[in-house]
Structure formats: structure tokens, C-alpha cells
């Protein structure tokens, strides 16, 4: 059984350009949530989708937008990066948005 | 929003020592979970325990609910163990179901 799984692994770009981040959940899950994690801090969460729609938001910026496929899977994109969106984005899935979340192996994302 | 604190920020071992990590949240909870991050970034999955007392091998946790703890133990501990310990909790208000982290505990066991 896959688990979560993320692309690309990492990722280089300059200000102002965008980036579309993907995940795969683990098989059977449907609800999909994303986090960033700067350097030396805990994850934050971004939002949760859940049947193709953005069921929580955390506390970022409009730039920040997603999507949810009917295959369950997902996009992060972020519109034009600052230097500081340089973190670990990581994807999280679970059956029941209150069930335990496995995470994926997150991709790195350097803005220069 | 819930707070999440851990406890102690860092922590350097000898191998077969053991520790407690402890982390305190602010509010009731309906999820909390304990991660272990490996050197390249990977969350992964310890325990999933709001409430209650589980074991697996040489690890196991304890949460008390109503005062509003959680402990992780490891036991015997192997440089394998080394890594980052997160809590994170989910707030049992109506409409969430975000994950909220404390900053972790970073482990070094040294040979």
C-alpha cells in the first residue's frame, strides 16, 4: 500500500514566480490537508480539502490557493513567491478529517 | 487559537538512556498525535492518542485529557531514535480540523 506521496521533491524559484506543488494520498483517503514548515519550526497548516472542496483555511495569504481532483489528490499553488515561502511544504492525508494523518515525504521549496 | 507546548526544547542522551517528552495544550482536544522527523523531512506516525496509554517496542505515551498533558517515553534509546519529537493536537471546537504543532523536541542519543 503506497503512502503519501509528493512531487517534485525539491524545487528552486525566483521571486515573483509561481509553484504548483502536488500530493497523492494514501489509498482510500479522501481528505487532503497542507502544511509549510520554515527552518527549525513545527508545521503550520495552510488548508484541508475534503470532497473537492477547501473545508478549513489557515492563516495565509490569498497567494496561497489549492485544489482537490476526484481522484482525491491534490495542488498547492503559491503565486508570486516571496523570499520568505522558501519551507518544506508538506501534504497530509486521512479517511476522516479527525482520524490520524499520515504525512508525505514534503517537498523542499528554495525562493531566491 | 490552541496553544501547543513541548517540553524540554532539546535533549542530548546516551544510548540506553531513557526520557520522557512531555506536551501540554491549551484547550480540549479531540486528536493528538506524536511524529517523529527523520533527517530528511519525513513526519512519522508514533502515536495517535487523545486520551488513554499505548505502547509500541520501546516507545509508548500516555494523554490526560482533562489536564490537558501528554507524555512520550522512550526507553533504551538507540542513535536511530534521534530526530525531532512533534505534538500536535486538533481543537475539539465545531469547524476544526486543522492540526496545530508545538515546536519539538530535538533528540540526539550519542553512542
Known amino acids: 500500500d503506497a503512502g503519501v506521496t509528493q512531487s517534485p521533491t525539491h524545487l528552486i524559484k525566483t521571486r515573483g514566480q509561481q509553484v504548483t506543488l502536488r500530493c497523492s494520498p494514501k489509498s482510500g483517503h479522501d481528505t487532503v490537508s497542507w502544511y509549510q514548515q520554515a527552518l527549525g519550526q513545527g508545521p503550520q497548516f495552510i488548508f484541508q480539502y475534503y470532497e473537492e472542496e477547501e473545508r478549513q483555511r489557515g492563516n495565509f495569504p490569498d497567494r496561497f490557493s489549492g485544489h482537490q481532483f476526484p481522484n482525491y489528490s491534490s495542488e498547492l499553488n503559491v503565486n508570486a513567491l516571496l523570499l520568505g515561502d522558501s519551507a518544506l511544504y508538506l501534504c497530509?492525508?486521512?479517511?476522516?478529517?479527525?482520524?490520524?494523518?499520515?504525512f508525505g515525504p514534503g517537498t523542499r521549496l528554495l525562493v531566491l | 487559537g490552541i496553544q501547543v507546548e513541548q517540553s524540554p526544547p532539546d535533549l542530548i542522551l546516551q544510548e540506553g538512556a531513557n526520557s520522557t517528552l512531555r506536551c501540554n495544550f491549551s484547550d480540549s482536544v479531540n486528536n493528538l498525535q506524536w511524529f517523529h522527523q527523520n533527517p530528511w523531512g519525513q513526519l512519522i506516525n508514533l502515536f495517535y492518542?487523545?486520551?488513554g496509554t499505548k505502547q509500541n517496542g520501546r516507545l509508548s505515551a500516555t494523554t490526560v485529557a482533562t489536564e490537558r498533558y501528554s507524555l512520550l517515553y522512550i526507553s533504551s534509546s538507540q542513535t536511530t531514535d534521534s530526530g525531532v519529537y512533534f505534538c500536535?493536537?486538533?481543537?475539539?471546537?465545531?469547524?476544526?480540523?486543522?492540526?496545530?504543532f508545538g515546536k519539538g523536541t530535538k533528540l540526539s542519543v550519542i553512542p
Open positions: 492518542i487523545p486520551s
Open positions: 500536535a493536537v486538533e481543537y475539539s471546537g465545531a469547524g476544526s480540523y486543522q492540526l496545530t
Open positions: 497530509a492525508s486521512s479517511l476522516d478529517p479527525r482520524e490520524t494523518q499520515y
